[in-house]
């Protein structure tokens, strides 16, 4: 079992930026992607930004080059750098993680953490 706590959520004017860790503890080992997902209300939750052990990232189309999801595995902590945030970039964001065997035969995630509010106002 592998327990995440996410930081770094706050409210921000459009244009700022935040940027979110997500530290991971227990069992580690078996991390092969880390991912950020939200929800915003009324909403169905969404991926935002995915990172695999050997750096290979995917991002939702509306946050390309405006987001950056990057790991150190030496801290087992993941980051979400948000620049550029738009007030629909509002929602609780949650990290995930999945091992390699979830990464490719179950396509879900294993482990999610209590998630923080991001809030950009207009």
């Known amino acids: 079992q592998v327990q995440l706590v996410e930081s770094g959520g706050g409210l921000v004017q459009a244009g700022g930026s935040l940027r979110l860790s997500c530290a991971a503890s227990g069992s580690i080992f078996i991390i092969y992607g880390m991912a950020w997902h939200r929800q915003a209300p009324g909403k169905e939750r969404e991926l935002v930004a995915a990172i695999t052990s050997d750096g290979n990232t995917n991002y939702k189309d509306s946050v390309k080059g405006r987001f950056t999801i990057s790991r150190d595995n030496a801290k087992n902590t993941m980051y979400l750098q948000m620049n550029s945030l738009k007030p629909e970039d509002t929602a609780v964001y949650y990290c995930?993680?999945?091992?390699?065997?979830?990464?490719?035969?179950?396509?879900?995630?294993?482990?999610w953490g209590q998630g923080t509010q991001v809030t950009v106002s207009s």
């Open positions: 995930a993680v999945q091992s390699q065997y979830s990464a490719y035969f179950r396509g879900s995630y294993d482990s």
